[in-house]
């Protein structure tokens, strides 16, 4: 059976780990999720860029060869992925051997059909940085600006990658599948990219310059350019070309920043694929940016770079997953800090849906410890809680779909409120005072309302909130959602089941120690 593969870029490993790598692993993961419980086989892939300058340069200043500095890092993003809750089914690493062997055969094999050739480049050279720098980057003075400390004209031997023959085939098969890049407007930006004519890709560093790459196969003194080595990941975990790779190939989706889609993921990575004579993956499903409140940039200086891992020993995984999930429209960026942590934190997930629950888990503790009642009435308030249900029903499952998971959340919250209104209204709190027995009608029938809705709303959470959503269930007395096959249908499953004590599911925030 043909997977449902997906995949996230593969993470820079030169040691900073923020908001943004962790979004990537969530929303891929919220995805990831929803078609298991919609009954697809899904093989979900992640990994570390490992090869590098960067990464070759941060080691040498740590004093320790490059590979235990990866591999140190390799635990650490292990670690974030373990809390995340983050649902792979394989993770890759660039310096692991499956996927150096794979580089090598690909490149061996282009080299072979001509479509890489040996050229000389003459150009502008920073010692200090260590790269190539562009005419364009000079004062207006003509001198190089202060960073790039001595800089030397140089011609340098190296072997690139034929890109360019390829363009019009690309922009034609941009056009004839519309869809290839999500959302829309990004592919549009690939294709204006594409109006000026595209250079030939230099694939190799000289091994004088940069020792920490794969080797070239049919040439000892050189290592490959880092992003042609670290795309081929998507395909290298396939175990391509041995037997069973088409299990997963082509990709599902590639989730990907929108700052790594031109030109590496929608420019090179297509014609890598196509002059390789493999099927192009099916989209690229490409995200906005994460940035400080005030919309700065994350970095390091700036102080602004909450570390994820802080959020989730807090708060939990569930509440950092939903945070992340409920704030992002994909399509655009998005920013975050503390306050508006806090504010989805108490205010959706406290007042709202841990609030609904304990109201629910107090009252039945009280009124039907024995089992829940029957909903024995149908008058107006129930039928438009059942409405409303049919309604976000639809709608989340769309939402669901189209990648619109805020939208999703806020639906589903947005069910929870109409939940703790009907309360509201019914006051079965009252009614318990109460010896009529339309009174007690009127109250099993709310409690019993309100648990076959939680019951409902909980099930759309799964993806995002993993535990919270079973621990919701486990409270209502239902196995862990493994499908949603059958657990979306307004019904009475819950008609004498016996509840859970009152619980505290999103505890307030502890104020900060006085310092
Ligand atoms: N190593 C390359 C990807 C190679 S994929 C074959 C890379 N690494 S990265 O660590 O810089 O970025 C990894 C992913 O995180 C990218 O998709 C990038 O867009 C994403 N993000 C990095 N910073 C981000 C935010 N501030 N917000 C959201 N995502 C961001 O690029």
């Given at each position: 059976m043909k997977?449902?593969?997906?995949t996230?870029?593969?993470?820079?490993?030169?040691?900073?780990?923020h908001?943004?790598?962790?979004?990537e692993?969530?929303?891929?993961?919220?995805?990831?999720?929803y078609?298991?419980?919609?009954?697809?086989?899904v093989?979900?892939?992640?990994?570390l860029?490992?090869?590098?300058?960067?990464?070759?340069?941060k080691?040498?200043s740590?004093?320790?060869?490059?590979q235990?500095?990866?591999?140190n890092?390799?635990?650490?993003f292990?670690?974030?992925?373990?809390?995340?809750?983050?649902?792979?089914?394989?993770?890759?690493r660039?310096?692991?051997?499956?996927?150096?062997?794979?580089?090598?055969?690909?490149?061996?094999?282009?080299?072979?059909r001509?479509?890489?050739?040996?050229?000389e480049?003459?150009g502008?050279?920073?010692?200090?940085?260590?790269?190539?720098v562009a005419?364009?980057e000079r004062?207006?003075d003509?001198?190089?600006?202060?960073?790039?400390?001595?800089?030397?004209?140089?011609?340098?031997?190296?072997?690139?990658?034929?890109?360019?023959k390829?363009?019009?085939?690309?922009?034609?098969?941009?056009?004839?599948n519309?869809?290839?890049?999500?959302?829309?407007?990004?592919?549009?930006?690939v294709?204006?990219?594409?109006?000026?004519?595209?250079?030939?890709?230099?694939?190799?560093?000289?091994?004088e310059?940069?020792s920490?790459?794969?080797?070239?196969?049919?040439?000892?003194?050189?290592?490959?350019?880092?992003?042609?080595d670290?795309?081929?990941?998507?395909l290298?975990?396939?175990?391509w070309p041995?037997?069973?790779w088409?299990?997963?190939?082509?990709?599902?989706?590639?989730?990907?920043?929108k700052?790594?889609?031109?030109?590496?993921?929608?420019?090179?990575?297509?014609?890598?694929?196509?002059?390789?004579?493999?099927?192009l993956?099916?989209?690229l499903?490409?995200?906005?940016?994460?940035?400080?409140?005030?919309?700065?940039k994350?970095?390091?200086?700036?102080?602004?770079?909450?570390?994820?891992?802080?959020?989730?020993?807090?708060?939990?995984?569930?509440?950092?997953?939903?945070?992340?999930t409920?704030?992002m429209n994909?399509?655009?960026?998005?920013?975050?800090?503390?306050?508006?942590?806090?504010a989805?934190?108490?205010?959706d997930?406290g007042?709202n849906?841990?609030?609904?629950?304990?109201?629910?888990?107090?009252?039945?503790?009280?009124?039907?410890?024995?089992?829940?009642?029957a909903?024995?009435?149908n008058?107006?308030p129930?039928?438009?809680?059942?409405?409303h249900?049919?309604?976000?029903?639809?709608?989340?499952?769309n939402?669901?779909?189209?990648?619109?998971?805020?939208?999703?959340?806020?639906?589903?919250?947005s069910?929870?409120?109409?939940?703790?209104?009907?309360?509201e209204?019914?006051?079965?709190?009252?009614?318990?005072?109460?010896d009529?027995?339309?009174?007690r009608?009127?109250?099993?029938?709310?409690l019993?309302?309100?648990a076959e809705?939680?019951?409902?709303a909980?099930?759309f959470?799964?993806?995002v909130m993993?535990?919270?959503?079973?621990?919701?269930?486990?409270?209502?007395?239902?196995?862990?959602?493994?499908t949603w096959?059958?657990?979306?249908d307004w019904?009475?499953?819950?008609?004498g089941?016996?509840?859970?004590?009152?619980?505290?599911?999103?505890?307030?925030?502890?104020p900060?120690?006085?310092?």
């Amino acid at each position: 059976m043909k997977h449902f593969y997906i995949t996230t870029a593969i993470d820079y490993a030169n040691g900073s780990l923020h908001i943004g790598h962790a979004y990537e692993k969530v929303l891929t993961d919220v995805i990831a999720r929803y078609r298991r419980l919609m009954g697809d086989q899904v093989h979900y892939l992640t990994g570390l860029d490992e090869h590098g300058q960067k990464v070759q340069q941060k080691a040498a200043s740590e004093g320790v060869e490059p590979q235990a500095f990866v591999d140190n890092v390799a635990v650490m993003f292990g670690e974030l992925i373990e809390k995340l809750n983050i649902s792979n089914d394989d993770f890759i690493r660039t310096t692991q051997p499956r996927h150096k062997r794979i580089v090598q055969h690909i490149l061996q094999d282009l080299y072979d059909r001509g479509e890489i050739y040996q050229g000389e480049y003459k150009g502008y050279y920073s010692v200090r940085q260590e790269q190539f720098v562009a005419e364009k980057e000079r004062n207006e003075d003509g001198s190089w600006p202060e960073l790039y400390g001595e800089v030397v004209e140089l011609v340098e031997k190296n072997y690139y990658f034929r890109l360019s023959k390829y363009q019009d085939w690309l922009i034609e098969f941009l056009q004839q599948n519309p869809d290839f890049v999500l959302p829309n407007f990004r592919q549009k930006q690939v294709l204006e990219f594409l109006k000026e004519p595209i250079n030939d890709l230099c694939i190799t560093r000289p091994k004088e310059r940069l020792s920490w790459g794969i080797p070239m196969p049919f040439d000892e003194d050189y290592v490959t350019y880092v992003w042609f080595d670290a795309l081929i990941n998507y395909l290298s975990a396939t175990g391509w070309p041995e037997e069973g790779w088409d299990r997963y190939w082509p990709a599902d989706y590639h989730v990907i920043g929108k700052d790594i889609l031109v030109p590496a993921h929608s420019i090179y990575w297509p014609i890598m694929l196509h002059a390789m004579q493999v099927p192009l993956p099916k989209h690229l499903l490409v995200h906005g940016w994460w940035l400080a409140q005030g919309g700065s940039k994350i970095s390091k200086s700036a102080g602004n770079a909450v570390d994820p891992l802080d959020f989730i020993d807090e708060f939990s995984a569930d509440a950092f997953r939903y945070f992340l999930t409920r704030e992002m429209n994909v399509a655009q960026d998005s920013e975050y800090s503390r306050e508006l942590f806090l504010a989805r934190y108490n205010g959706d997930l406290g007042n709202n849906l841990g609030n609904l629950v304990s109201r629910l888990l107090n009252m039945a503790g009280k009124n039907c410890a024995d089992g829940l009642p029957a909903a024995t009435r149908n008058d107006e308030p129930e039928q438009n809680v059942k409405a409303h249900w049919e309604k976000t029903r639809e709608e989340v499952l769309n939402f669901y779909e189209e990648f619109q998971f805020h939208l999703a959340m806020e639906r589903v919250m947005s069910f929870c409120s109409t939940l703790n209104n009907y309360l509201e209204l019914r006051q079965p709190w009252k009614l318990a005072k109460s010896d009529k027995p339309e009174d007690r009608e009127t109250l099993n029938t709310s409690l019993a309302v309100v648990a076959e809705g939680l019951r409902l709303a909980t099930v759309f959470l799964k993806p995002v909130m993993p535990t919270i959503a079973d621990r919701i269930q486990e409270l209502l007395g239902q196995p862990a959602i493994d499908t949603w096959e059958d657990r979306l249908d307004w019904g009475n499953r819950l008609e004498g089941q016996v509840l859970g004590a009152k619980t505290i599911l999103f505890p307030r925030p502890q104020p900060p120690a006085e310092s």
